[in-house]
């Protein structure tokens, strides 16, 4: 299996990082024909998505977190910035993986799919992706 690991810098706000581009560059890389193409993302506060961006549903996305899990003082878990706890409660919503056919060389998304990484930590400001390719 070819795995590779990439850093993100997503900044010190909730983001939702297209990471299509970095997808297939992976399967450019790896040379890939069909297979399944493995996302993961190795930390306790973050998630991934497949969703439509810039079009707004990115900011619909991060707007209903916000509501599903407030910035507030309701949360046990306490350390870093004001309601951090909510952070370490989102992969339960959106998981930290998701898993792409690769068809040719290429995603087999829809038409207006995107993968995405959502980070709503803001006091990680990089992150690490991982990219495996388990060949067909």
Do not use: K
Not at 2 to 23: F, K, W
Not at 39 to 62: F, M, R
Not at 92 to 111: C, E, H, I, K, N
């Amino acid at each position: 299996m070819y795995s590779v690991e990439i850093e993100v810098r997503t900044g010190n706000r909730a983001v939702v990082h297209d990471l299509t581009r970095d997808a297939e560059r992976f399967l450019t890389e790896a040379d890939a024909e069909d297979g399944l193409l493995h996302v993961w993302v190795p930390h306790a506060t973050a998630g991934l998505a497949i969703l439509e961006t810039g079009a707004g549903s990115d900011d619909d996305l991060l707007t209903a977190l916000d509501g599903i899990l407030p910035r507030d003082e309701r949360w046990r878990h306490q350390h870093g910035s004001a309601g951090h706890g909510r952070d370490h409660v989102l992969p339960a919503l959106v998981p930290p993986y998701a898993t792409v056919p690769v068809l040719g060389g290429v995603l087999a998304l829809g038409t207006w799919q995107s993968i995405c990484l959502v980070d709503t930590n803001l006091d990680n400001p990089v992150r690490r992706v991982r990219f495996s390719l388990l060949p067909g």
